[in-house]
């Protein structure tokens, strides 16, 4: 029996999974140095305008408070809804500064992606002491949408 795995996943695919990976680990620096520099118990909105400024210390392209429309019966309408990131245009971050995240917040994010067409995002809560990471995907999906929290365990 071999020990190579093979795959028929086109090399393109698996190029850009690479490439969003390196970008969800920079954004991932990013969203630690500006923790570690403030420290949890501040606005979202503080942690948000801070987490822009690193990225563009970085050279990290985003669209911030990026609007995000609903299709429906062939029209788009904007509902109200907001991406807090969208880096590189292909990587959703929502921002949190709160107790303890729960699964609503991670069904925020999984409509937020689905609606915008984005297939990974990354949900920060800065309300921590530490950053800590866990990933979960998009129930029923097999290869769909993908998150990976920072929050507390």
């Known amino acids: 029996m071999s020990d190579k795995i093979s795959t028929t996943e086109d090399p393109e695919i698996t190029k850009m ?8 680990k920079a954004v991932i620096g990013c969203a630690i140095e500006v923790h570690r520099s403030l420290g949890p118990g501040l606005l979202e909105s503080t942690y948000e305008i801070c987490l822009c400024h690193e990225l563009t ?11 995000i429309r609903v299709a429906y019966k062939g029209v788009k309408v904007d ?14 971050v929502e921002i949190k500064a709160i107790d303890q995240t729960s699964a609503i917040h991670d069904a925020q994010l999984l409509s937020h992606l689905k609606l915008s067409g984005l297939k990974v995002g990354l949900l920060i809560n800065f309300n921590v002491r530490m950053l800590k990471r866990r990933s979960a995907q998009s129930p029923g999906s097999s290869g769909g949408s993908f998150i990976v929290a920072l929050c507390s365990p």
């Open 17 to 24: 999974r690479i490439d969003v990976n390196e970008l969800s």
């Open 57 to 67: 210390l970085q050279a990290i392209p985003f669209e911030r408070q990026k609007p």
């Open 79 to 92: 509902c109200g809804y907001r991406a807090d990131l969208i880096v590189d245009r292909r990587l959703l």
